[in-house]
């Protein structure tokens, strides 16, 4: 089946650094990637829509500057939380939508703690 | 606006023992349907997806849910529970055009008793 991976699984970083998070189809295209965020013991909340070779399409409320997302290949779309801090702690999930199967996967989701 | 609401944030059965959770849906139009099961940080696994047809759908690990349009319903059952079915379980509603856009309800947290 579709695989969707995230790199790094978990992260700690210290206040005000940046961190990169990976997502990537392994066996399908993906146009279209989304990130979302889940708070402990919350639902997901979609951050954005990534979109292969254009700017990703935020949702209201999420800072665009703070949460840079690059989809520049078929395969891989990153998100960078800049100048982190902590109340930027959180489970982060992409998913893929497989263009050609009309389906979604999720990668298993990066665990990120600010300190 | 497009919404999905799961009433019961956390429910207990005991293992063998049916169960269904909850799932109602508001949505501009026809949508497209999923339950997602997550364990402990992990990611969500897909258990089925409804988008037209028989309104009964089966899905992976024994779970079928069914569609009642006049309800805005798409609960999710399964007959006989097994410890491992222990997870957080998710609906979702999306678009039946282009990429998949998903509105999640909160989720609701099931617990099996031995």
């Known amino acids: 089946g579709a695989v969707v991976s995230q790199h790094p699984s978990w992260v700690i970083c210290k206040s005000g650094t940046s961190v990169k998070i990976e997502c990537r189809s392994l066996?399908?295209?993906?146009?279209?990637m989304f990130w979302y965020r889940q708070f402990p013991k919350q639902s997901l909340m979609l951050m954005a829509t990534?979109?292969?070779?254009?700017?990703?399409?935020?949702e209201q409320g999420v800072e665009k500057d703070k949460f840079l997302i690059n989809h520049a290949s078929l395969t891989l779309s990153t998100l960078t939380v800049t100048s982190a801090h902590p109340e930027d702690s959180s489970f982060y999930i992409c998913?893929?939508?497989?263009?050609?199967?009309?389906?979604?996967?999720f990668g298993p989701g990066t665990r990120l703690t600010v300190t | 606006a497009q919404s999905v609401t799961q009433p019961d944030i956390h429910i207990t059965v005991s293992e063998g023992a049916s169960l269904e959770l909850r799932c109602n849906y508001s949505?501009?139009?026809?949508?497209?349907l999923f339950w997602y099961v997550q364990s402990p940080g992990q990611g969500l696994q897909l258990l089925l997806k409804?988008?037209?047809?028989?309104?009964l759908v089966q899905g992976i690990k024994g779970f079928e849910a069914e569609f009642k349009r006049s309800q805005s319903s798409f609960n999710l059952r399964k007959p006989s529970v097994h410890w491992s079915d222990a997870a957080e379980y998710f609906c979702?509603?999306?678009?039946?055009?282009?990429?998949?856009?998903?509105?999640f309800g909160q989720g609701t947290r099931l617990t099996i008793n031995p």
């Open positions: 998913s893929a939508h497989n263009d050609r199967a009309y389906e979604q996967y």
């Open positions: 066996d399908f295209q993906a146009t279209t």
């Open positions: 990534s979109n292969e070779g254009s700017k990703a399409t935020y």
């Open positions: 949505y501009g139009a026809t949508p497209y």
């Open positions: 409804y988008f037209s047809g028989d309104t």
């Open positions: 979702a509603v999306g678009p039946t055009q282009g990429a998949q856009k998903l509105v």
